[in-house]
């Protein structure tokens, strides 16, 4: 402790201030000017300071650990001081311990247990029920997502791509991503595991990608809960189990990073955001500045960023309370409570809770669904400080005829999509339907890719639908191959779960005349072709 202490106070001299002050006193000239015309020199500097930053905010994390072993060689001193007492035996010991002190009897602080006692009936409350994770810890950035069942459409696994995709690889080494899912069915729970690991087996296996589940006794018997601010049952059921999850996944994640982010499962993140949050933590803390939360969106609980040794206050908390409020009400209780002083007016509240929370100038995340997991709670909140979001990736394509008996969606026509225009949105596809791209003349193709959804419209992809070409060859082709149909078309692919379809067509099918896709399942849900993208083999 007293080491860390030391340290801390070693490292308040800026670093830059430093140098300027030295080089001030020989020439004039102002510190700004000199960093402006120094600009490699600053970027050392301020990789320096980040650095000490970073350092110091792993001071941090290893004192409460320090501090989490204390408390628990005191519980276990105490322990073993009642039994050698009762038992008078082993004197040595009991001086050891005791260290001869003091006789005064301790008093006993309230723990968790005093407001969750039904945690108490079974031994495992607080044990995993199910955990799929390589132990990764020592990251600087841990992100917790936790997701349920939905009624409708999830959207875990279209978020867990577009974070990976938003990370780079520098990023990914850095970070842990823990997705509690938070139901008691354990079948569903190891399905959603499966599935991660499958759609995310890299992933998976380096130990970015975690997955955990609370026993069914962590949660109380939630008919008993009391109907609080006047909110029906199934609501106060709904606000109080997800206290109680956010209070576990803090909790497991506590030590496991230096910062921890909120996230949900049906959000999408700007390209390297990892980094930008980083920095502005280590910014802050090499400031000196004096915070608790770092805002990166706007919505609810998502993208609020904490030091891990934050977390305890945030977990004691959320259990106190988690039948009284909704989770966002309680971090703005928290925080008041903190700050406010109950003489004060609510000016002075609203600036001492700003500078506890600081707000970053853009928004790093972004809703998708539209559909919350509160069943009938449509969820349509964007935050509009995000920034435009691209709905459709243009390209040029070799010239075509196409046309699908699917109807379009306004002017989202397959035509204009086709030529970059706009992104093909069609209205609920069923078996059989084909896509047709007819090439204006045969041609030999390099690769193509399909991408069906948009981050709008994530469900609206294709589903059970093959890719098709039609080659110089295909009537002489094996009528008893499989991948032959009826009318003569090749099948060469399909649509995968993320609503792409992408390949390369060997030369030796041919010059290409057309290609098409078949729907071979009705869809629910209307589909997107954001992206086409066709290239001509060229070459003779
Ligand atoms: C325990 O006793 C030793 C030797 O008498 C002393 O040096 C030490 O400070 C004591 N520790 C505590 C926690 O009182
Ligand atoms: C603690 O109590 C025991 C017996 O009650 C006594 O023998 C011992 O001297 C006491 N120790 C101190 C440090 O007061
Ligand atoms: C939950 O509480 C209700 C009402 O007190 C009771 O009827 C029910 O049996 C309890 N359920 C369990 C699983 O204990
Ligand atoms: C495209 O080709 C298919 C057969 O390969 C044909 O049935 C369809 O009518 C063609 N569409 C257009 C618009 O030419
Ligand atoms: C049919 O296509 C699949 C994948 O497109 C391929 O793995 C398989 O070998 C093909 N079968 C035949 C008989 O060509
Ligand atoms: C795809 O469609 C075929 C034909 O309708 C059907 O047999 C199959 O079960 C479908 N597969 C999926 C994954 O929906």
């Known amino acids: 402790m007293m080491k860390g202490k030391m340290l801390s106070h070693i490292v308040t001299i800026s670093p830059i201030k430093k140098k300027c002050l030295i080089i001030l006193m020989v020439v004039v000239v102002p510190c700004s000017i000199l960093n402006f015309l120094s600009t490699p020199d600053l970027r050392d500097e301020t990789a320096l300071q980040n650095g000490i930053a970073e350092l110091q905010a792993k001071l941090e994390n290893l004192q409460a650990k320090y501090v989490n072993t204390q408390e628990e060689l005191n519980l276990l001193s105490h322990q073993l001081l009642t039994f050698t007492e009762n038992a008078h035996i082993l004197p040595d010991l009991q001086y050891l311990i005791n260290n ?10 309230p723990s968790i247990f005093t ?18 994770s390589k132990g990764k810890t020592g990251v600087s950035m841990v992100l917790g997502i936790p997701t349920v069942k939905r009624q409708v459409q999830s959207y875990l696994l279209a978020t867990l791509k577009n ?9 990914m080494a850095d970070t842990l991503i823990i997705v509690v899912v938070a139901e008691t069915d354990l079948d569903y729970v190891s399905y ?6 499958v759609h995310f087996p890299e992933e998976t296996e380096i130990g970015l990608v975690e997955v955990i589940s609370p026993s069914p006794s962590y949660y109380p018997n939630f008919t ?32 496991k990073g230096t910062f921890y982010v909120q996230l949900e499962d049906d959000i999408l993140a700007k390209k390297n955001f990892i980094t930008t949050m980083k920095l502005y933590a280590l910014e802050k803390i090499g400031l000196k500045e004096n915070w608790f939360i770092l805002d990166f969106c706007q919505l609810g609980f998502i993208g609020k960023l904490f030091k891990s040794v934050d977390l305890p206050w945030l977990v004691q908390f959320f259990l106190m309370f988690y039948n009284a409020k909704p989770v966002d009400w309680l971090l703005d209780n928290l925080i008041t409570t903190k700050v406010c002083g109950i003489d004060k007016d609510n000016k002075h509240c609203k600036i001492a809770k700003a500078e506890l929370w600081r707000h970053y100038e853009h928004s790093l995340f972004q809703h998708i669904g539209t559909h919350s997991s ?34 379009p969606y306004k002017r989202y026509t397959l035509d204009r999509a086709y030529r970059g225009e706009t992104f093909y949105w069609g209205l609920l596809p069923q ?37 098709e070409i ?37 030369r030796s099918f041919g010059k290409i005349s057309g290609l098409r896709m078949t729907v071979h399942s009705d869809s629910d849900n209307w589909a997107i072709i954001s992206e086409i993208h066709i290239v001509e083999d060229e070459s003779r």
Do not use: C
């Open 192 to 197: 959603v595991a499966k599935q991660i690991e």
């Open 100 to 109: 001869g002190t003091s006789n005064i009897t301790s008093i006993k602080l």
């Open 374 to 407: 509160l069943k009938g709670k449509v969820q349509k909140l964007k935050d509009k400080k995000f920034g435009k979001i691209i709905l459709h990736y243009p390209h040029e394509n070799p010239e075509a005829i196409v046309e699908s008996q699917i109807k």
């Open 431 to 467: 078996s059989g339907d084909h896509l047709y791209f007819n090439f204006s003349r045969p041609i030999y193709i390099k690769k193509y890719l399909f991408r069906s959804g948009n981050v709008e419209h994530p469900s609206d992809k294709f589903y059970n639908t093959t890719i």
């Open 224 to 255: 008993q809960l009391k109907n609080t601010l006047g909110d029906d049952h199934q609501r106060v059921k709904w606000r109080s189990k997800q206290n109680l999850d956010f209070a576990f996944i803090m909790s497991y994640a506590q030590t």
């Open 163 to 171: 974070l990976l995709d938003s990370m780079s690889s520098e990023e």
């Open 470 to 506: 039609m080659s110089e060859f295909s009537n002489n082709m094996d009528r008893n191959n499989n991948n032959i149909t009826e009318d003569g078309y090749i099948v060469i692919n399909k649509f995968d779960s993320f609503g792409i379809a992408q390949g390369r067509v060997d």
């Open 115 to 132: 407001f969750l006692p039904y945690l108490l009936n079974d031994l495992n409350s607080l044990k995993p029920a199910f955990l799929q």
